[in-house]
Protein backbone atom coordinates (compact mmCIF):
# COMPACT_ATOMS: atom_id res chain seq x y z
CA UNK A 1 0.00 0.00 0.00
CA UNK A 2 1.13 3.60 -0.58
CA UNK A 3 3.29 4.55 2.59
CA UNK A 4 1.50 8.60 2.46
CA UNK A 5 -1.71 7.33 2.35
CA UNK A 6 -4.31 7.23 -0.79
CA UNK A 7 -1.94 7.12 -3.79
CA UNK A 8 -3.36 10.92 -4.79
CA UNK A 9 -2.72 14.53 -4.83
CA UNK A 10 -5.47 17.29 -5.51
CA UNK A 11 -5.36 19.44 -9.02
CA UNK A 12 -7.85 21.90 -9.08
CA UNK A 13 -8.34 24.04 -12.14
CA UNK A 14 -9.48 27.94 -13.18
CA UNK A 15 -10.72 28.71 -16.67
CA UNK A 16 -10.27 32.09 -18.51
CA UNK A 17 -7.45 33.73 -16.61
CA UNK A 18 -4.92 35.52 -18.78
CA UNK A 19 -1.64 36.19 -18.26
CA UNK A 20 1.58 33.66 -17.45
CA UNK A 21 2.27 35.52 -13.60
CA UNK A 22 0.95 32.67 -11.04
CA UNK A 23 -0.47 36.37 -9.21
CA UNK A 24 -2.89 36.25 -11.98
CA UNK A 25 -3.89 33.17 -10.25
CA UNK A 26 -3.98 33.99 -6.86
CA UNK A 27 -5.73 37.24 -7.19
CA UNK A 28 -8.39 35.72 -9.16
CA UNK A 29 -12.16 36.53 -7.39
CA UNK A 30 -12.42 32.18 -7.75
CA UNK A 31 -9.35 31.49 -6.34
CA UNK A 32 -9.45 29.20 -4.21
CA UNK A 33 -12.50 28.52 -3.02
CA UNK A 34 -13.92 28.23 -6.45
CA UNK A 35 -11.78 26.28 -9.29
CA UNK A 36 -13.63 25.70 -12.46
CA UNK A 37 -13.26 21.46 -12.25
CA UNK A 38 -10.82 19.62 -9.83
CA UNK A 39 -9.42 15.85 -10.25
CA UNK A 40 -7.20 13.46 -9.08
CA UNK A 41 -3.42 12.91 -9.58
CA UNK A 42 -2.33 9.68 -8.83
CA UNK A 43 1.94 11.24 -9.27
CA UNK A 44 2.67 14.75 -8.41
CA UNK A 45 2.07 15.57 -12.98
CA UNK A 46 -0.41 17.07 -14.21
CA UNK A 47 -2.05 16.31 -18.25
CA UNK A 48 -0.10 18.35 -20.75
CA UNK A 49 -1.08 20.89 -23.27
CA UNK A 50 -4.79 21.01 -22.36
CA UNK A 51 -5.69 24.78 -23.01
CA UNK A 52 -4.62 27.76 -22.83
CA UNK A 53 -5.45 31.27 -20.44
CA UNK A 54 -6.12 28.98 -17.12
CA UNK A 55 -4.42 28.71 -13.67
CA UNK A 56 -4.13 25.59 -11.70
CA UNK A 57 -2.82 24.38 -7.70
CA UNK A 58 -2.05 21.10 -7.10
CA UNK A 59 -1.72 20.06 -3.32
CA UNK A 60 -1.79 17.25 -1.04
CA UNK A 61 1.03 15.32 1.50
CA UNK A 62 3.90 14.14 0.97
CA UNK A 63 5.21 11.41 3.38
CA UNK A 64 9.21 11.23 3.80
CA UNK A 65 10.10 6.97 2.84
CA UNK A 66 13.57 7.75 4.88
CA UNK A 67 15.42 10.08 7.03
CA UNK A 68 17.49 12.56 5.34
CA UNK A 69 18.04 15.75 2.88
CA UNK A 70 15.79 15.80 0.03
CA UNK A 71 15.81 18.09 -3.04
CA UNK A 72 12.56 19.28 -4.75
CA UNK A 73 12.52 20.56 -8.42
CA UNK A 74 9.63 21.94 -10.11
CA UNK A 75 8.52 22.06 -13.96
CA UNK A 76 6.22 24.03 -15.81
CA UNK A 77 4.77 25.80 -19.04
CA UNK A 78 4.11 29.01 -18.10
CA UNK A 79 5.16 30.30 -14.62
CA UNK A 80 4.89 28.01 -11.49
CA UNK A 81 5.55 27.85 -7.70
CA UNK A 82 6.56 24.93 -5.31
CA UNK A 83 5.81 25.16 -1.54
CA UNK A 84 6.32 22.74 1.00
CA UNK A 85 5.38 22.98 4.70
CA UNK A 86 7.52 22.45 7.64
CA UNK A 87 4.79 20.16 8.75
CA UNK A 88 1.05 18.98 7.79
CA UNK A 89 0.03 22.13 8.47
CA UNK A 90 -0.67 25.35 5.17
CA UNK A 91 -0.03 27.69 7.18
CA UNK A 92 3.39 26.67 7.13
CA UNK A 93 4.12 26.66 3.94
CA UNK A 94 7.06 28.06 2.26
CA UNK A 95 8.02 28.94 -1.55
CA UNK A 96 11.25 26.54 -2.00
CA UNK A 97 11.23 26.58 -5.93
CA UNK A 98 9.70 28.91 -8.82
CA UNK A 99 9.83 28.77 -12.54
CA UNK A 100 9.65 32.72 -14.40
CA UNK A 101 9.46 31.50 -17.73
CA UNK A 102 8.47 28.03 -19.08
CA UNK A 103 10.10 24.67 -19.68
CA UNK A 104 9.16 21.63 -21.30
CA UNK A 105 7.56 18.53 -19.43
CA UNK A 106 9.69 17.69 -16.54
CA UNK A 107 13.00 19.68 -17.57
CA UNK A 108 14.36 19.92 -14.07
CA UNK A 109 17.54 21.93 -15.24
CA UNK A 110 16.43 24.98 -17.45
CA UNK A 111 16.41 27.26 -14.19
CA UNK A 112 18.72 27.67 -11.09
CA UNK A 113 15.25 28.73 -9.68
CA UNK A 114 13.39 25.27 -10.73
CA UNK A 115 15.21 23.11 -7.65
CA UNK A 116 14.95 23.66 -3.90
CA UNK A 117 18.02 23.84 -1.32
CA UNK A 118 18.57 20.24 0.36
CA UNK A 119 15.28 19.87 3.16
CA UNK A 120 15.74 17.49 6.14
CA UNK A 121 12.54 15.48 6.56
CA UNK A 122 11.87 12.60 8.76
CA UNK A 123 10.98 9.26 7.54
CA UNK A 124 7.14 8.26 8.09
CA UNK A 125 6.16 12.11 8.39
CA UNK A 126 3.70 14.08 6.26
CA UNK A 127 4.14 17.68 4.89
CA UNK A 128 1.56 19.36 3.17
CA UNK A 129 3.05 20.48 -0.52
CA UNK A 130 1.61 22.90 -2.97
CA UNK A 131 2.40 24.01 -6.76
CA UNK A 132 0.86 27.05 -8.47
CA UNK A 133 0.90 27.13 -12.14
CA UNK A 134 -0.10 29.95 -14.83
CA UNK A 135 -1.01 29.44 -18.41
CA UNK A 136 -1.36 32.25 -20.88
CA UNK A 137 -1.23 30.28 -24.74
CA UNK A 138 0.79 27.63 -26.51
CA UNK A 139 2.33 24.61 -24.60
CA UNK A 140 1.47 24.09 -20.93
CA UNK A 141 2.88 21.51 -18.31
CA UNK A 142 3.09 20.80 -14.81
CA UNK A 143 5.58 18.21 -13.12
CA UNK A 144 7.24 18.45 -9.57
CA UNK A 145 10.50 16.28 -8.82
CA UNK A 146 13.05 15.01 -5.84
CA UNK A 147 15.93 13.45 -5.15
CA UNK A 148 15.70 11.22 -2.01
CA UNK A 149 18.58 10.74 0.64
CA UNK A 150 21.60 8.29 -1.58
CA UNK A 151 19.82 9.46 -5.05
CA UNK A 152 21.32 10.77 -7.81
CA UNK A 153 18.31 10.94 -10.16
CA UNK A 154 15.47 13.21 -10.38
CA UNK A 155 12.30 11.40 -10.53
CA UNK A 156 8.27 12.96 -10.50
CA UNK A 157 7.18 12.29 -7.39
CA UNK A 158 5.39 9.06 -7.35
CA UNK A 159 1.90 8.22 -5.61
CA UNK A 160 2.90 6.33 -3.29
CA UNK A 161 4.41 8.64 -1.15
CA UNK A 162 1.43 11.19 -1.45
CA UNK A 163 -1.91 11.44 0.43
CA UNK A 164 -4.92 14.07 -0.15
CA UNK A 165 -5.16 13.41 3.61
CA UNK A 166 -3.30 14.18 6.45
CA UNK A 167 -2.92 11.06 9.16
CA UNK A 168 -0.29 12.63 11.07
CA UNK A 169 -1.22 13.63 14.59
CA UNK A 170 -3.15 16.93 15.47
CA UNK A 171 -0.91 19.53 16.95
CA UNK A 172 -2.02 20.84 20.72
CA UNK A 173 -4.15 23.97 20.42
CA UNK A 174 -2.74 27.03 21.49
CA UNK A 175 -3.06 28.43 25.13
CA UNK A 176 -6.35 29.44 27.03
CA UNK A 177 -6.72 32.25 28.35
CA UNK A 178 -9.68 32.97 30.65
CA UNK A 179 -11.18 37.18 29.89
CA UNK A 180 -14.20 37.15 32.29
CA UNK A 181 -15.24 36.95 35.17
CA UNK A 182 -11.65 38.11 35.86
CA UNK A 183 -9.81 36.52 38.68
CA UNK A 184 -10.74 37.34 42.25
CA UNK A 185 -13.89 39.25 40.84
CA UNK A 186 -16.30 40.49 43.37
CA UNK A 187 -20.06 41.30 42.40
CA UNK A 188 -20.33 38.82 39.36
CA UNK A 189 -23.66 38.21 38.84
CA UNK A 190 -25.18 34.46 40.07
CA UNK A 191 -26.10 33.94 36.42
CA UNK A 192 -22.33 34.81 34.59
CA UNK A 193 -21.01 34.92 30.91
CA UNK A 194 -17.56 33.14 31.33
CA UNK A 195 -15.36 33.83 28.04
CA UNK A 196 -11.86 33.10 26.63
CA UNK A 197 -10.19 33.96 24.01
CA UNK A 198 -9.81 32.04 21.03
CA UNK A 199 -7.39 29.55 21.24
CA UNK A 200 -5.42 28.48 17.76
CA UNK A 201 -5.77 25.16 16.72
CA UNK A 202 -8.80 24.25 18.80
CA UNK A 203 -12.15 22.50 17.49
CA UNK A 204 -14.21 23.21 20.59
CA UNK A 205 -13.83 24.04 24.43
CA UNK A 206 -15.06 22.60 27.56
CA UNK A 207 -15.81 24.41 30.26
CA UNK A 208 -15.89 23.07 34.07
CA UNK A 209 -16.61 25.43 37.18
CA UNK A 210 -16.94 23.51 40.76
CA UNK A 211 -17.21 24.42 43.89
CA UNK A 212 -13.86 23.03 45.02
CA UNK A 213 -10.64 23.55 43.41
CA UNK A 214 -10.29 19.42 42.93
CA UNK A 215 -13.13 20.16 40.38
CA UNK A 216 -15.20 16.77 41.93
CA UNK A 217 -18.60 18.72 42.41
CA UNK A 218 -19.08 21.07 38.76
CA UNK A 219 -21.74 23.21 38.83
CA UNK A 220 -21.40 23.75 34.98
CA UNK A 221 -19.85 21.34 33.29
CA UNK A 222 -20.09 21.48 29.33
CA UNK A 223 -18.03 20.31 26.84
CA UNK A 224 -18.05 20.68 22.42
CA UNK A 225 -18.49 25.01 22.89
CA UNK A 226 -17.53 25.94 19.79
CA UNK A 227 -18.03 29.47 20.53
CA UNK A 228 -15.65 31.29 23.05
CA UNK A 229 -18.54 32.40 25.96
CA UNK A 230 -20.92 30.42 27.58
CA UNK A 231 -23.89 31.41 29.84
CA UNK A 232 -24.97 29.79 32.84
CA UNK A 233 -28.67 29.27 32.70
CA UNK A 234 -29.84 28.89 36.15
CA UNK A 235 -28.25 30.63 38.97
CA UNK A 236 -24.69 29.02 40.61
CA UNK A 237 -24.92 28.42 44.44
CA UNK A 238 -22.61 31.00 46.49
Not at 16 to 39: D, E, F, K
Request: hydrophobic content about 35%; cysteine-free; overall charge negative.
Amino acid sequence: PPVGGDGNVIREYWAGIGGTAVSALTSNANYPNNPTSTMLLNQFQTPTNVADNYGQRVRGYVTAPSTGAYKFWIAADDDAELWLSTDGSPSNKVRIAFVNGWTSPAEWGKYPSQASSNINLVAGTQYYIEALMKEAAGGDNLAVGWQTPGSSSTIIIPGSVLSTTFNGPVPAPGAFTPTAPASGATGVSVTPTFSWAASSGAASYALVVSTNSSFTNPVINQTGLTGTSFTAGSALSN
